[in-house]
């Protein structure tokens, strides 16, 4: 249930983050940026998953891949603020972007913690 808050919370927190003005913590950016940077991580995560998801599980464990999508996370919201002080200082510069591209694989592997369900792997045992 927790998985699922925090998911909500951060697909709701991401496009709002990046349309607020800068003025009051955002971004700016319009909305046909803000598509695109979604789309680049929905390919991002798809393209990844499908190629090392399955790898992952076998050599981590599905409880191990499900603690380092809860811990990820941590440093993704704490990307928020620190992108919101370094946009506010000198606009959406170079070191904005990198903060928004690292944010791509803490998220991939918040979503690969759904993977872990035992109706799909057989994980949990009765």
Known sequence: ?????????????????????????????????????????????????????????RRFGAKRVFVAGMISYLPAFALFPIMSCFAQRSG????????????FPLLTIRDMAYGWLPSFSGVIKS
């Open 92 to 103: 959406v510069t170079a070191i904005v972007w990198t903060c928004i591209l690292a944010m």
């Open 1 to 57: 249930m927790s998985l699922a808050f925090l998911n909500i919370c951060s697909n709701v927190l991401i496009p709002l983050f990046f349309a607020m003005p800068l003025e009051i913590g955002g971004l700016g950016f319009d909305p046909a940026t803000i598509g695109y940077i979604i789309r680049s991580y929905g390919a991002f995560m798809g393209g990844f998953q499908a190629l090392f998801f399955a790898r992952i599980i």
